[in-house]
């Protein structure tokens, strides 16, 4: 993965210098990325401004990982490196958490919206803003910026209004999402408690990224069963868990086909005909 990211390195370097002129940042120290495991997933944390060597940082420590949980904590930095990370995250299929009382702004935001599913707790604060630059002394926002980061948003299949209010927020001041406002918009995003992690619609606590005992509400699985077509996203290199919890707690998604011997999910937005198929474990609504 990290030769296909610096293949793509050269398309990327334009974006980074405008992002890094027009979206007003601190100077970059880079974010400190750490990785611990109690037996479960590897649990992966990120503190700090986003720096672009961070992708790559992120990408050699993750070589390998079939499931993690990704921490996010840093008041911004680099918002390409952070979109980047959040494109990462979505392949890899990792989960991504703000936890309580924390700060998790402009790039730490946009990789935490690459987690699916994503998680935050109800005093998380994830803040957006839109991208600017500086004229005169004051922040004034950029057309061009922006449409890389509503480019970034559709890529990760959110919702007009959703990119809409983030890259509309003003550039003086960040808009901090809440689990209300996050309902409002779309944005699927359960909810972190000190019991566990609850999904959005009130489910009972899940736990992330282990082998899933019986599926979320609302789903049904089918062994050995595949549904052609109606594919809208993929995820690599997880879990059939995670495969299955990724439908339940997005709106648009109507079944999903996990394809054991890949590790892969496909993400459906409408149930086809059902075929027989070894190797695929499907679940519908």
């Given at each position: ?24 940042a601190?100077?970059?120290?880079p ?5 611990s495991s ?24 993750t ?9 996010l ?63 005169g ?63 959005t ?6 736990a ?76 519908i609504?």
């Open positions: 993965m990290v030769r296909t990211f610096a293949a793509r390195l050269g398309v990327w370097r334009l974006a980074i210098f405008l992002v890094s002129a027009l979206w007003l601190c100077p970059a120290r974010a400190q990325i750490s990785m109690h037996g479960g997933p590897p649990l992966i944390t990120i503190t700090g401004e986003f720096d672009f060597g961070d992708v790559i940082k992120f990408l050699r420590k070589e390998g990982i079939q499931d993690a949980v990704v921490v904590k840093g008041p911004g930095g680099n918002a390409v490196a952070g979109m980047q990370i959040g494109k990462a995250i979505r392949q890899k299929g990792f989960l991504t958490v703000v936890p309580p009382s924390t700060n998790c702004a402009s790039a730490c935001a946009l990789a935490w919206l690459g987690g699916l599913p994503r998680f935050m707790a109800q005093d998380s604060r994830i803040g957006f803003h839109s991208a600017y630059f500086v004229k002394g004051r922040p004034r926002k950029s057309t061009a910026a922006n449409s890389l980061v509503a480019a970034y948003l559709k890529g990760l299949r959110m919702r007009r209004q959703a990119i809409a209010h983030i890259t509309g927020a003003p550039p003086e001041r960040l808009y901090w999402l809440t689990i209300d406002a996050a309902r409002s918009l779309g944005i699927e995003a359960g909810i972190y408690t000190s019991h566990g992690i609850t999904s619609l009130g489910k009972a606590p899940l992330a990224a282990t082998p899933m005992k019986q599926p979320p509400s609302g789903m049904t699985i089918k062994k050995a069963t595949d549904y052609p077509g109606n594919d809208v996203d993929r995820l690599q290199q997880t879990t059939l868990a995670n495969c299955v919890l990724a439908c339940s707690d997005s709106a648009d998604c109507k079944a999903v086909t996990f394809i054991t011997r890949r590790r892969e999910c496909w993400i459906k937005s409408a149930i086809g005909s059902a075929e027989p198929r070894d190797g695929l474990i499907s679940a609504k």
